[in-house]
């Protein structure tokens, strides 16, 4: 499965399912953290996997590692882009590991032509009337040319 764009998702795998099983966790981030509230977050992924009957969207709060645990999945993985993204999921890794070492860990290396995607780089470009809709899923694209509308 592909992700990008400014949505806070963490995706999981359920060990007693099928290995296909895949959960992505949308962090209950504060309101003023977030551009979209939690439910439009998850629902706009929900819509981008809509298609995957294997893979389900379910909001959290709280510590990932907690939320790992109660599904009972035995893995996360997370996507890196960049350096910058190396160093903060290394210092992330070591906490998840010391807080629940039997949890493993899969980093996946982003496409080459997402390196550069950031959620505030697509919402400052968005905010000034830019199409970024080749950037990321079709309903996020549509929600923020709802909050920003293009410029001709």
Do not use: N
């Amino acid at each position: 499965m592909t992700t990008h764009g400014p949505l806070s998702a963490y995706t999981i795998t359920v060990p007693h399912m099928t290995p296909e099983q895949v959960v992505v966790a949308v962090f209950d981030a504060p309101s003023d953290k977030t551009l979209f509230p939690t439910s439009q977050r998850v629902s706009m992924l929900q819509t981008c996997v809509q298609d995957m009957p294997s893979v389900s969207v379910e909001p959290f709060e709280g510590l990932l590692t907690d939320f790992v645990r109660d599904r009972g999945a035995d893995a996360i993985v997370r996507g890196l882009r960049a350096v910058t993204d190396f160093s903060v999921e290394f210092d992330q890794a070591l906490m998840y590991k010391d807080m629940a070492p039997e949890i493993e860990q899969v980093y996946l290396m982003s496409d080459l032509k997402f390196v550069f995607v950031r959620a505030a780089r697509i919402r400052e470009v968005a905010a000034l009337g830019h199409d970024v809709a080749h950037l990321v899923p079709k309903p996020v694209a549509a929600a923020l040319q709802e909050i920003w509308p293009l410029k001709s």
